[in-house]
Structures are given as structure tokens and as C-alpha cells.
């Protein structure tokens, strides 16, 4: 963000198969990518919330319930290397 690099967990997309499209939304104070993928019943739609300082959550819909979220996984910050 702002020419410096992002840290993104494995978590945030391992779980993801047949992803299908994503789409980057701005809110007042932060982004959110917007991933879609499988297929029917197997559909799903993940948002991923980030600021500057990292990802902050991410939750999981599923198919049926397009509202209900399904997961979700609260990031915290890292602390510095030798901290």
C-alpha cells in the first residue's frame, strides 16, 4: 500500500479453490477485496479487510445464504522481528 509491501497470510486464500473473479472495493477507511469462485452449491464469496497496517479479517458466505457469514478469521499485527 502506498508503494510498500503488504503481508498476506496463507490463510486468507489456501482454502480457496476454482477462484472465478476478484474485485477491490474502497471504504472510508480501509479496502476490501472481494474473492468468488466453485461453482453451484460449491459457490462462495470471501471478503478480505485491509488497511495500510495489514489484512484485518476475513469472512466466508457460502452459496445457499449469500449474507450469512459461514467463517470468519480476525488477523492481528506482528510484532517486529526481535521485539
Given at each position: 500500500?502506498?508503494?510498500?509491501?503488504?503481508?498476506?497470510?496463507?490463510?486468507?486464500?489456501?482454502?480457496?479453490?476454482?477462484?472465478?473473479?476478484?474485485?477491490?472495493?474502497?471504504?472510508?477507511?480501509?479496502?476490501?477485496?472481494?474473492?468468488?469462485?466453485?461453482?453451484?452449491?460449491?459457490?462462495?464469496?470471501?471478503?478480505?479487510?485491509?488497511?495500510?497496517?495489514?489484512?484485518?479479517?476475513?469472512?466466508?458466505?457460502?452459496?445457499?445464504?449469500?449474507?450469512?457469514v459461514?467463517?470468519?478469521t480476525t488477523?492481528?499485527?506482528?510484532?517486529?522481528?526481535?521485539?
Open positions: 500500500m502506498d508503494g510498500h509491501p503488504l503481508a498476506v497470510p496463507r490463510s486468507v486464500s489456501a482454502t480457496l479453490p476454482d477462484l472465478r473473479t476478484a474485485a477491490l472495493r474502497k471504504g472510508a477507511r480501509h479496502f476490501e477485496l472481494i474473492l468468488e469462485g466453485g461453482d453451484a452449491s460449491e459457490g462462495y464469496r470471501v471478503v478480505v479487510e485491509f488497511d495500510q497496517s495489514g489484512i484485518k479479517s476475513r469472512r466466508l458466505y457460502g452459496a445457499f445464504d449469500p449474507d450469512a459461514l467463517e470468519e488477523y492481528r499485527p506482528q510484532p517486529a522481528a526481535g521485539n
